[in-house]
């Protein structure tokens, strides 16, 4: 049975919902849009949540009845509009972001499987992106270095030890927005999602990168997207709990997946993400992406 959702952007979530009562701009741009990747619409509801962006359609019973799952390999093409600053290897390091958390949370619930005799069939597409600025993530990482190193100088290394996190600059921050739908065997649709998130000024990484926020994003929605589907429950909505061993070591330490059929995707970038993230250097240091071709 799966627990309560553990919801690594909970405090992203109330930091930015506080953000835009007070009218501070921290936030990227959300835009939901429409681009008919999906079989169907009229069914999508919107979410509940207050800060969220999301329309959703989950046939509980259907969902519940499914045991097997395929996984179709997101779909992100130049052609989506503010894709332009991002290359096709940094197009292809998002999808696989997006994949990699999807098939972790679905392993919760249901077998992972590579062929296409599945209950249900998964898949996704990008369908917009607003890149990271290089100017206000460059700026941000700068300035924590500065107050670190003043910091050692002033107090000694001993209690100065480490980079200073400081709110991002409220310049160019990311966003993205992605249309994924679950068919069963005979093509009708079982659940839906469209999903837009944004970066914000207090919990996003910043890294000198332009894919360095749709990354991190593509990483939420999987994990919201398979959240989702393992429960049929609104994932901005659910309550949030600590995440177990489990979670740590797969998601955030890089080790084995779960289910093996996940391990298509490639493992986390766990202790060379943490160090990469650290000194802001672009996400393709530390994911090395899919491990195999992913069907």
């Known amino acids: 049975m799966l627990s309560s959702r553990p919801d690594r952007r909970a405090l992203s979530r109330l930091l930015a919902a506080a953000a835009l009562m007070t009218g501070v701009a921290a936030c ?5 849009n429409t681009t008919g990747s999906l079989t169907r619409y ?3 509801q919107r979410s509940a949540a207050t800060a969220t962006e ?11 009845r499914a045991k097997t799952v395929r ?15 991002l290359t096709a290897a940094d197009r292809r390091l998002i999808a696989n972001a997006a994949d990699r958390a999807l098939c972790y949370d679905l392993s919760l619930r249901y077998d992972i499987v590579t062929g296409r005799d599945a ?30 190193v003043a910091s050692q100088l002033g107090v000694g290394f001993a209690e100065g030890i480490g980079r200073i996190p400081i709110p991002r600059l409220p310049i160019g921050l990311g966003s993205l927005t992605v249309e994924a739908e679950a068919l069963d065997r005979h093509r009708e649709q079982r659940a839906a999602m469209v999903w837009g998130g944004a970066a914000n000024s207090f919990t996003s990484q910043p890294r000198f ?8 994003l593509a990483g939420d929605f999987g994990q919201d997207f398979g959240y989702f589907l393992a429960t049929g429950d609104d994932p901005f909505t659910a309550p949030n709990t600590l995440p177990n061993w489990d979670r740590i070591r797969v998601t955030m330490l890089g080790e084995a997946p779960l289910d093996p059929d996940c ?17 802001g250097l672009p996400p393709e240091y530390g994911d090395r992406g899919p491990a195999v071709p992913v069907r």
Not at 54 to 64: G, V
């Open 119 to 148: 209950d249900l069939t998964v898949r996704a597409q990008v369908t917009r992106v607003e890149p990271t600025s290089l100017i206000g993530a460059g700026g941000t990482i700068a300035g924590s270095l500065g107050v670190t």
């Open 71 to 85: 996984i179709v390999p997101t779909v992100f093409t130049g052609e989506v509009e503010g894709s332009g600053p």
């Open 54 to 64: 999301a329309r959703l359609y989950a046939d509980r019973s259907a969902l519940q």
């Open 209 to 216: 990168s332009a894919a360095s926020d749709p990354y991190d």
């Open 28 to 32: 990227g741009t959300v835009l939901i």
């Open 42 to 44: 009229d069914r999508l």
């Open 263 to 279: 391990a298509a995707y490639g493992r986390a970038p766990g202790i060379d993400g943490i160090v990469t993230d650290y000194i």
